[in-house]
């Protein structure tokens, strides 16, 4: 290509680049619905019936027309008739051949067409339509990445050859085939020494997910790493249907934000059937809450739409892409650093080199094991994966094609690759729908190899972890702060100034050696903690990560699991962000003996010369660990319970549950040691000594013990007393306090719907329609958490339903709640502060249902600024329109109303008659037991006396 091309290229670039920062760009509509209503004929099509690609050589003059229609609506880009051109379609109807003829002769049209209408007061451009083809690496398989990347990279080469301004890769379904266009343009780009702008636009089912599986989110985190000109969505559904997916990806792209939405769904007939004015008006309106940057139409749209777009998008802003966004890795799913309590906790029992039993799990090819010991981590509590394939004796990249396919399809959860080859790092990433993080990469033998990994970040999308570890032999090791901190520098130098890596994307792993090898190792893990503290300063984008286990080598197993945690609670302390482990084993620091803690503090801070000794004598005559039930035999059954739950462990509950039922009432068990534990654990978490697996391990005890004690609640014949709809908010990854709620309620008599945890808002509504609980309950713990809520209450309200909301979590006020929930929600709205709290508000609602007492004002805490019958009905104190004069009795009218024990009838032999009717409500009295009105006595002109 001649350098004047090249410089043309640049220059259209550069406008278009201008442009979308001053007006949100018009796309064209549809290009086969629109050719439906120009009564082609089978000879138009030459034999290749529905093929309308081939038009662009059959029948040139009508494809022509289509783009100058589109141009005069006021379209900005029209895209080529090329979605089908490439060569895994026309095969099959034997034009494999043609695939350059018919993207060329696609492109020059639409140049010429553009040509026509462009004006350097409004130049038009042409984007060459890459479709989605009719295969499926992810989802389906059946065509290897190597092939899918060539099959689009000879479209790509004829789609730049035809002149394109910018190449649109649309309609994608299947996040790896994405990656594989990615790979394509890169070749095509290094061919013809120039880069045309690309925009991907991905189509979504109508619960916000591709066919592979990611919602928006996951979705964005996966494709971040490309320089994408856009990224939105197309064709599923109508405008009104992409509402939450565009709001969720404006919140968190820096790239510009596109939609080509239906102009609706298809009736019976195939037919499309929203007008221009509507489908136009959605857009702007989704434009002017500044969502958008590119906006046209799909299947069903035609030239009125795209012109009632354009007059409608004339006067406002585009959306302002993100400069920073969050931290984010992911599988199928996201994970945000921001959504959880670092740190980041990776499961290191898949590892060929640090676990003998995967090692030999591997070797016996017993796949489905090895895909069991990954779920069981994840179930422990890890949020990804750490996985190592290397052994000597196998054929490691061989391995990682067999075993990552079964691990990708089996988790959802993001994997760490921990490998020193190249190839089986570049061939994970292949098979990954998300972005992964490349862990063992140094500079042990110079900067050629990592220079290679950044060059798979850049193409695949991966963060990198980079040991500090260099090429100098005669100094060794690092075991000092000062020397880890030197090459740490270096290697973020070499990253982000020689390879063009973000600082985000690099994971400093500051090394932990064994503490028990004496000499210069005896004060190493001080140094790393130091270093820890000092990266976390020094690199405030990157994160950091260290292998807890290797500090605690060649001491006896017992030690080695105090030694584990007890340097655990100190790194996260220093500033660690993510650390791999294994999740199944974890020792709780909170419930270490102070004397072992000792042991181990002397031996990480080097405090004496006889520390490991010390440390090893101590714990060499400890037998193995006693099972729960042997230490606790003699234990109170009360304490007992107390213990199970504080520490998490679910073997002997049942046992424990049982001894309690014979001197105690389950509601006696769940207000007692259940609650008083979970206290406890709340209270050790927000200290730190605690980390959310360990929290999370507790409430999964508690759940069981309820479950134990399920036939005795039953046996009490607990008055039903209706339906909850629970769930954790989208974003939001903590599930304590929900089922803390969960277990409160369904302890109460209600039955309880759990959606679980990261729910987002449209499976709330189609939840909540389909179950019509009385009451909606969610949860979070985040400040983000916060917003989704917001959303979840407005999408409740557009589908019409109105039952009463109960909030609770640690970022939620009731301030909040009046703020921006109560406005938007039909129905009644309540802030709960803790459990116990929605379980009281959600009892005086249902006796208010009940009792139908509607002028009474009550005490249950809500949101203020909306009147509640519910919480009228609910209290005991005067309203505020009350005329007597008499101050409430402090006994009977405490400021703070306490909870009370049970909720059972209690009957009292006798009690004073005067010191009742001193402090009776008389509003409750007439209005109750006299079944007066008090409008009705007020109108009259009647004082209470008389009745």
Same mark, same amino acid.
């Given at each position: %290509? ?16 201008? #442009? ?81 003829? +018919? ?74 085939? #994405? ?39 996951? %979705? ?17 559904? &109508? ?6 997916? +565009? ?87 996201? !994970? ?47 949020? %990804? ?18 075993? @990552? ?10 994997? %760490? ?39 798979? =970040? ?26 880890? =901190? ?43 903690? *130091? ?31 105090? +030694? ?13 962000? =993510? ?18 803690? *000792? ?41 007992? @319970? ?18 309690? +039922? ?27 000594? /605690?980390?959310v697996t360990e929290v999370l391990q507790s409430a999964e005890t508690v759940k069981k013990a309820v479950e ?17 709809? !629970? ?61 989704? =809520? ?7 309200? *557009? ?65 203020? &600024? ?8 609910? &209290? ?23 909870v009370p024990g049970d909720l059972d009838r209690h009957f009292f032999d006798s009690y004073c008659l005067n010191?009742?009717?001193?402090? /009776?409500?008389e509003d409750v009295f007439y209005s109750r037991f006299l079944k007066l009105k008090k409008k009705r006595y ?10």
């Open positions: %290509m001649s350098f004047f091309r090249r410089e043309n290229k640049l220059r259209i670039e550069e406008k278009l680049k201008k #442009i979308i920062n001053e007006k949100v760009l018009v796309l064209d509509g549809a290009m086969g619905t629109y050719l439906s209503g120009f009564n082609l004929k089978a000879e138009d099509f030459k034999g290749f019936d529905g093929l309308n690609e081939y038009l662009s050589i059959s029948k040139p003059e009508i494809i022509k027309q289509v783009h100058l229609d589109y141009l005069k609506a006021g379209a900005d880009i029209i895209e080529t008739n090329t979605f089908g051109a490439n060569g895994i379609i026309l095969k099959e109807y034997g034009l494999e051949d043609k695939v350059k003829e +018919l993207n060329i002769a696609s492109v020059k049209l639409a140049k010429d067409a553009a040509l026509e209408y462009s004006s350097e007061e409004h130049p038009r451009f042409v984007a060459g339509s890459i479709g989605p083809t009719t295969k499926s690496l992810f989802v389906t398989g059946g065509i290897s990445f190597e092939e899918f990347s060539d099959i689009y990279f000879e479209q790509i080469s004829a789609l730049i050859e035809g002149g394109a301004d910018l190449l649109m890769i649309e309609t994608a379904h299947d996040i790896l085939n #994405i990656k594989a266009a990615f790979a394509a343009a890169i070749r095509a780009f290094k061919k013809y020494s120039l880069e045309l702008p690309i925009i991907v636009s991905v189509t979504m089912d109508n619960k916000n997910a591709m066919l592979s599986g990611q919602a928006v989110e996951a %979705m964005y985190v996966s494709l971040e790493h490309f320089p994408l000109f856009a990224l939105g969505f197309n064709c599923s559904t &109508g405008p009104k249907d992409m509402a939450l997916r +565009l709001e969720s990806l404006s919140k968190i792209s820096k790239f510009p934000v596109f939609v080509m939405p239906n102009a609706g769904l298809p009736d019976e007939n195939g037919a499309y059937n929203e007008s221009p004015e509507e489908f136009s008006g959605t857009l702007s309106a989704y434009a002017s809450k500044k969502y958008l940057n590119i906006a046209g139409g799909c299947c069903g749209t035609g030239p009125e739409h795209i012109k009632a777009l354009s007059e409608k998008l004339k006067n406002i802003k585009p959306r302002e892409p993100l400069k920073e966004t969050s931290w984010a890795i992911s599988g199928i799913e996201p !994970l945000f650093y921001d959504e959880i309590e670092p740190p980041i906790l990776a499961g290191e029992r898949n590892n060929s080199i640090g676990s003998k039993k995967f090692r030999d799990i591997v070797s016996a090819g017993n796949w489905d094991e090895a895909v069991g010991l990954a779920k069981a981590q994840i179930k422990a509590g890890a949020h %990804m994966l750490d996985i190592c394939l290397s052994n000597p004796e196998r054929n490691e990249l061989e391995d990682a094609r067999i075993f @990552l396919p079964k691990i990708f399809h089996s988790l959802r959860a993001p994997i %760490m690759i921990d490998t020193t080859d190249i190839k089986v790092m570049e061939e994970a990433l292949k098979m990954a729908p998300g972005k992964c993080v490349l862990n063992s990469v140094n500079f042990e033998f110079g900067d050629k190899k990592p220079a290679q990994v950044a060059q798979l =970040m850049k193409l695949y999308g991966a963060k990198a972890v980079f040991g500090v570890i260099d090429e100098n032999k005669e100094r060794g090791l690092p075991l000092t702060c000062e020397r880890k =901190m030197l090459v740490a520098k270096r290697g973020y130098k070499f990253f982000t100034e020689e390879c063009d890596i973000s600082g985000g994307d690099i994971i400093f792993d500051a090394l932990v050696f064994p503490v028990a090898v004496g000499e210069d190792y005896n004060r190493s893990a001080q140094e790393t903690l *130091k270093a820890i503290t000092q990266m976390k300063k020094e690199f405030p984008l990157s994160k950091t990560v260290l292998g807890i286990s290797n500090v605690s080598f060649g001491l006896p197993p017992k030690g080695r699991e105090i +030694l584990n945690s007890v340097f655990l609670h100190h790194a996260v302390k220093a500033g660690l962000d =993510m650390a791999i482990v294994n999740t199944q084993k974890l020792k709780r620091y909170a419930l270490i003996k102070k004397e072992e803690i *000792k042991f181990a503090e002397d031996l990480i801070f080097a405090a004496n010369p006889d520390a490991v000794k010390v440390f090893a004598d101590y714990f060499r005559g400890k037998k193995t660990e006693v099972s729960i039930s042997d230490v606790l035999e003699n234990i109170e059954p009360e304490e007992k @319970l107390y213990r199970h739950i504080l520490e998490g462990i679910k073997s002997g509950i049942e046992s424990a549950i049982s001894e309690l +039922l014979k001197k105690k009432r389950p509601m006696d068990i769940i207000n007692g040691p259940v609650l008083k534990a979970m206290g406890e654990v709340g209270k050790l978490f927000a200290k730190g000594d /605690l980390i134990a004690l399920a036939p005795a609640l039953k046996s009490m014949n607990i008055p039903k007393r209706g339906k909850i709809l !629970l769930a954790t908010v989208k974003g939001d990854v903590h599930d304590i306090g929900k089922n803390l709620v969960s277990i409160i309620f369904e302890s109460n008599g209600f039955e309880v719907i759990d959606l679980g945890v990261k729910v987002p808002p449209e499976i709330i509504v189609e939840n909540a329609l389909k179950e019509n609980p009385d009451f909606i309950g969610l949860s979070g713990l985040l400040v983000r958490s916060t917003e989704q =809520m917001t959303i979840t209450a407005r999408e409740l309200a *557009k589908a019409d339903i109105s039952k009463p909301l109960l909030l609770g979590g640690a970022a939620l006020t009731g301030k909040f709640v009046d703020s921006n929930i109560v406005p938007i929600y039909k129905g009644e709205v309540f802030y709960s502060s803790d459990a116990m709290d929605g379980l009281n508000t959600a009892l005086k609602i249902r006796v208010s249902a009940t009792t139908a007492m509607s002028d009474m004002e009550g005490r249950g805490e809500r949101a203020e &600024g909306k009147a509640s019958v519910a919480r009228q009905a609910a &209290g005991c104190s005067l309203p505020a329109t009350a005329t007597s004069t008499r101050k409430p009795n402090k006994k009977y009218f405490p400021d703070e109303i306490p010191e009742l009717f001193n402090n /009776l409500n007020e109108k009259d002109g009647r004082n209470k006396e008389k009745y």
